[in-house]
């Protein structure tokens, strides 16, 4: 197959799921992008592994072993040293590398709000339109004691914790208390001990300075 510098005539992409991660070959193939090969592995995001690349070099080395037999060339290689190699030297490595995962189960959020019938559920509302899933909404008034709160944030443990409340020039209390909560919570995250959690912060300007002083 003669390859074409001004175009990306080989692709790979892999898709991390739950159980299975798949790794398939893109190719430009009489005018047209065609998947050509299949290769899959299991997914590596849970214990012992902990660390989802292990499952995506496994599928990617299948799949370099289905595309040497196809085409009779055991020189084709698309990683080396556990790495794409972008951009692609003749046989070796990959004009694009792409990927998704939905491995352990897709995006897990938890919001929190100031009241919950408000900025509570525009928070939630922000989180499922973005594909993800709300794991819980904590919120001053959602008649939990404090403490309670604290033990259901640390029970979590959340790939990305959405923050709402208030709004410009108003009270600045209720959204510094939230964020006390979480910062005192101190959660980790599920898919590894070193990993540290994304908070976005989407409430009243005037508060932000204070809530930088608890970070998670």
Known sequence: ???????????????????????????????????????????????????????????????????????????????????FVIPRNGDIGVDAYVSTSSAGGGLQMMVTGVVASMTGESAERAALGAGAIVMDLIASNDKRMNHEKIERIRHLRPDMILMAGGEDGGTIKHVVEMAELVSGADPKARLGASYKIPVIYAGNKQAQEENQKDPV
């Open 1 to 83: 197959m003669q390859y074409d510098e001004k175009r990306l005539t080989r692709i790979v992409a892999t898709d991390c799921g739950s159980t299975t991660t798949k790794a398939i070959l893109i190719e430009y193939v009489d005018g047209e992008y065609r998947q050509t090969i299949r290769g899959e592995a299991p997914t590596t995001v849970e214990a012992p592994l902990n660390d989802v690349t292990k499952g995506v070099i496994n599928a990617t080395q299948e799949l370099e072993e289905l595309v040497r037999l196809k085409y009779n060339n055991p020189n084709i290689k698309f990683m080396e040293n556990g790495e």
